[in-house]
């Protein structure tokens, strides 16, 4: 993958989704990640206390003498004998999870050292599947408009152009938090003329693909 190819679609600023669905608003950023941001940020990892007394200044020490004097690596308690640090390369995290177990050379503790997930901290991860809209005056059957009003229902992704034709319903690929929400039936003000928007989840959704009718 090129350096500066990005990972994710371009930042547009932190939106309002899904602010017409009960219990199912959010926000959320998209940001433009290279390769590079991926390849220098700081590793999650998780260090388990197996024998002796732990404590933040030990571990704090122990890393210190066995990878870097100078690098910060932000320890914290988790549990009783469990902490979270952060590790400054992906060969450093390897050679600290390599063994089941070691002993320190600092104090009497044994421990073990595990990786953890790069999105330590996440609580929940969206879905994209394709909504279907009903109500949208004929004039107003236009790709940006269809994602302006879809953020009423998540965070839109794609339109499907094919479906702007014609009368029949406006199909668009949004990220929600609980795609059985997505129901209802929203009043929207065109140019200051109210439409009812009825929105319906599609039945057998398949992420990412825009199916023939």
């Known amino acids: ?82 902490y979270q640090f952060e590790v400054p390369s992906k060969e450093s995290l390897e050679m600290l999870t390599k063994f089941d177990e070691f002993r320190y050379k600092s104090s009497d503790m044994k421990v073990k050292v595990e990786k953890l997930d790069e999105d330590v901290g996440c609580f929940a991860v969206l879905r994209s599947v394709w909504v279907k809209a009903l109500g949208f005056p004929p004039w107003a059957r236009k790709e940006n408009a269809v994602k302006e009003v ?40 065109f140019n200051g003329k109210g439409f009812k928007i009825s929105w319906f989840l599609e039945q057998d959704n398949t992420e990412g693909e825009v199916r023939s009718k």
Not at 155 to 172: A, H, Q, Y
Request: glycine share 8%; charged share 30%; net charge positive.
């Open 1 to 82: 993958m090129a350096p500066n190819c990005p990972m994710v679609k371009e930042n547009k600023g932190l939106r309002l989704c899904a602010y017409g669905l009960p219990g199912q608003m959010f926000y959320n950023l998209h940001m433009a990640l290279n390769e590079e941001d991926r390849t220098q940020r700081p590793l999650p990892a998780r260090l388990l206390v197996r024998e002796g007394l732990g404590s933040v200044e030990k571990v704090t020490t122990e890393l210190r003498y066995l990878i870097s004097s100078t690098w910060d690596w932000k320890v914290k308690r988790i549990e009783k004998n469990e």
């Open 150 to 189: 879809a953020y009423l229902v998540g965070d839109p992704e794609e339109v499907d152009k094919r479906s702007l034709s014609g009368n029949g319903p406006v199909r668009v690929k949004v990220s929600i938090k609980d795609p059985q929400e997505i129901k209802g039936t929203s009043n929207v003000f």
